[in-house]
């Protein structure tokens, strides 16, 4: 099988009606079958140790899954009980994913939330397993853990991993985990030791003899709207079945049992897990695990060549940061002939940040697009056929997409002419179930003309003639100045080209009379110096559409990220709300203790103003009335509160990125 070409190779594969696994489990145990003795997972919690990796083969993986299955049947989980996870990335975590999910629903956590996120997001999902890191020297999990135990009525076990048997000598003889250490559990939750408990578990079959149905719900993932605030979308067993093999066949013998995957992103996240999970583990493939902390973790990123070479990594999946991070570790001097692709999502890979990776390495950049709502990738330019610049490429097989006119209330008007820009929809068995929040699905949802529902992502694009797609806005992040929209890659792809600029991010800052101005923050690269009115010219000079200039450029030390490395605009713009407010009530003559905004899952953005003793509260709400947000304002004597539009949020989306050798 040799992988995609044209739109011609797509319909044919959807004519061929294939018979795909019913599940995620029985799509990982054809793999084992057809591959038991072959390495299927790597891991190496030191990258100073990436020479000395645990290994183990399929028939040993798939018997651990089974194991962990088994072991959460035995805690009661069911098909409709959700098996809550907060870890790093460890063996472990991608025991609990699929043991998980052959036996009940999957919710994904980002270890990186603070204790009241996660608590909420346990009652959200109504975890009645959680499965995190035990005590040791150093961790952080647990002293997070503790404290929300009791805010979660659903949750019944606790299951703790012990660090301690990856490592060796004095370290390890500090951990050694015993569920009887453990003082002050909350009454009702019972305390497991996770390695112990699946030890004891057959690992031949599936003690709950449970058939798993394609519509049978696999995993919750929680995504972002505008405002960062998280939502948990329901996905399917068919859903994550027929991405990865959609995937797979665009891809081709692009990745099959020869080939090697590093996996450095988060495994809470859909990238990691369907990209350098699920795909690579349908086809027999081999993924290295790189570090707990993936990419972040101490060393990676300085030895990534040295990795690539020794394991003679053949692709691998990142975010725009992490690139352009490597572009500042010297490759000279290593093999790295092995390397095949190389995965860029969550975020646009900046064309100028492409150009210099491919003069660095040898890489040529392959774009496309996905997002969790569709459980990874939607759409891949072609490794076989041509590579169109700009766009995201041809859509994958068995999943429909089109771009399409919406009216002002986002019904539905008509298909777009062929080169006509409209919002991109997408339907087929990868599309999602929705939220779990049933108000988070209002005008989700599109009846498109073709029968069924259409899942509107959000996102503005057009389709050429030959099937390939370009995305020429993003409707979440758009800039809006005097009704005109301006969508921050125009500022952003500029100023990537200057020399000392390493990454960018343009955001919309509030105006009482524009709607929003347009301000760019900009981190530099080691040892470069600029100044903000050099970079200012800068744009000015490169910047072709005169709305689009930013009204200002703010260097800062380092730009702000979200835990699988993307940026985090959500801070930046809540940066440019307060110190817009805060001028408007200055000149204004309102004198303020505090400005401060926040995001609030039902209402968007939030600012709090507390006013100086003294000043006038009425005035202030005047000054605040000009701005569209909700505010409230107190002050030592009076508190009141006003309310603005709220800003619509749509589905997290992602731009994907497929690089492969020149």
């Given at each position: 099988m040799k992988g995609i070409a044209s739109m011609a190779d797509v319909v044919a594969i959807e004519r061929s009606h294939p018979q795909l696994p019913t599940s995620t489990y029985d799509m990982i145990r054809a793999a084992a079958a057809a591959h038991a003795k072959a390495p299927a997972?790597?891991?190496?919690?030191?990258?100073?140790?990436?020479?000395?990796?645990?290994?183990?083969?399929?028939e040993s993986l798939f018997a651990r899954i089974t194991a962990t299955a088994n072991f959460f049947h035995d805690l009661g989980v069911c098909k409709n009980d959700v098996v809550a996870f907060l870890l790093p990335n460890l063996p472990e975590t991608h025991l609990t994913?699929?043991?998980?999910?052959?036996?009940?629903?999957?919710?994904?956590?980002n270890p990186l939330l603070e204790p009241a996120a996660v608590a909420q997001l346990l009652r959200a999902g109504e975890a009645k397993v959680l499965v995190t890191m035990a005590p040791f020297p150093g961790a952080y999990l647990w002293s997070k853990v503790q404290t929300i135990l009791g805010d979660v009525p659903s949750l019944r076990h606790l299951v703790l991993i012990d660090i301690a048997?990856?490592?060796?000598?004095?370290?390890?003889?500090?951990?050694?985990?015993?569920?009887?250490?453990?003082?002050?559990?909350?009454?009702?939750?019972?305390?497991?030791?996770?390695?112990?408990?699946?030890?004891?578990?057959?690992?031949?079959?599936?003690v709950s003899r449970r058939v798993i149905e394609p519509g049978d719900l696999s995993s919750f993932f929680c995504t972002g709207g505008t405002t960062g605030a998280p939502k948990i979308a329901m996905r399917t067993h068919a859903n994550e079945v027929v991405n990865a093999w959609s995937t797979a066949q665009f891809l081709g013998d692009g990745i099959d049992a020869s080939k090697t995957i590093f996996c450095g992103l988060p495994l809470f996240h859909v990238n990691a897990v369907q990209v350098t999970g699920l795909l690579p583990f349908s086809r027999g493939a081999h993924v290295i695990l790189g570090t707990a902390q993936g990419y972040r973790g101490e060393g990676v990123v300085p030895r990534f060549w040295e990795i690539v070479e020794r394991h003679r990594i053949n692709f691998f999946s990142g975010v725009p940061t992490l690139y352009a991070g490597l572009l500042h570790q010297p490759a000279e001097g290593y093999?790295?002939?092995?390397?095949?692709?190389?995965?860029?999502?969550?975020?646009?890979?900046?064309?100028?940040?492409?150009?210099?990776?491919?003069?660095?390495?040898?890489l040529k950049i392959l774009e496309g697009y996905g997002l969790t709502e569709g459980t990874c990738v939607s759409s891949v330019n072609p490794p076989r056929g041509e590579r169109r610049v700009g766009s995201i490429g041809l859509r994958l097989p068995l999943q429909q997409m089109k771009a399409v006119i919406l009216d002002d209330a986002g019904t539905y008007v008509r298909d777009c002419a062929v080169g006509e820009v409209g919002v991109l929809v997408i339907r087929g068995p990868n599309v999602f179930a929705g939220y779990k929040v049933a108000e988070h699905n209002n005008a989700l949802w599109v009846d498109a003309g073709t029968g069924g529902r259409w899942l509107n992502t959000g996102d503005l694009g057009r389709q050429d003639g030959e099937g390939y797609f370009y995305l020429t806005g993003r409707k979440k992040e758009l800039i809006i100045r005097g009704g005109h929209n301006i969508d921050p890659a125009t500022i952003e792809e500029p100023l990537h080209k200057h020399p000392a600029v390493h990454l960018v991010a343009a955001v919309g800052r509030p105006d009482a009379h524009a709607g929003e101005v347009v301000v760019a923050y900009v981190s530099l690269k080691p040892d470069a110096t600029a100044t903000e009115a050099e970079l200012l010219s800068f744009a000015h000079d490169h910047v072709t559409e005169r709305a689009a200039l930013p009204k200002?450029?703010?260097?800062?030390?380092?730009?702000?990220?979200?835990?699988?490395?993307?940026?985090?605009?959500?801070d930046l713009k809540h940066r440019e709300i307060q110190d817009a407010l805060s001028s408007?009530?200055?000149?204004?003559?309102?004198?303020?203790?505090?400005?401060?905004?926040?995001?609030?899952?039902?209402?968007?953005?939030?600012?709090?103003v507390m006013l100086a003793e003294g000043t006038d509260a009425e005035l202030?709400?005047?000054?605040?009335?000009?701005?569209?947000?909700?505010?409230?304002?107190?002050?030592?004597?009076?508190?009141s509160s006003m309310r603005n539009a709220d800003r619509e949020e749509r589905p997290g989306c992602a731009r994907l990125a497929w690089a492969q050798p020149t």
């Open positions: 997972l790597s891991f190496f919690l030191h990258a100073k140790d990436h020479t000395r990796p645990t290994t183990w083969s399929y994913l699929w043991g998980g999910e052959a036996t009940g629903i999957v919710l994904a956590i048997h990856y490592l060796g000598g004095v370290e390890a003889a500090r951990g050694g985990f015993q569920p009887g250490m453990l003082r002050g559990i909350s009454p009702g939750i019972a305390v497991h030791d996770f390695a112990g408990s699946i030890d004891r578990q057959p690992t031949a079959r599936l093999d790295l002939s092995s390397l095949e692709y190389g995965l860029c999502g969550a975020a646009p890979m900046p064309i100028e940040l492409m150009r210099s990776f491919q003069d660095r390495t040898g200002r450029i703010r260097i800062i030390d380092e730009m702000p990220l979200s835990a699988v490395g993307k940026i985090f605009k959500p408007a009530l200055r000149e204004a003559g309102v004198r303020t203790e505090s400005v401060t905004s926040g995001s609030d899952p039902t209402h968007g953005t939030i600012v709090d202030a709400r005047r000054v605040l009335g000009r701005f569209p947000f909700r505010c409230r304002v107190s002050s030592p004597f009076q508190s």
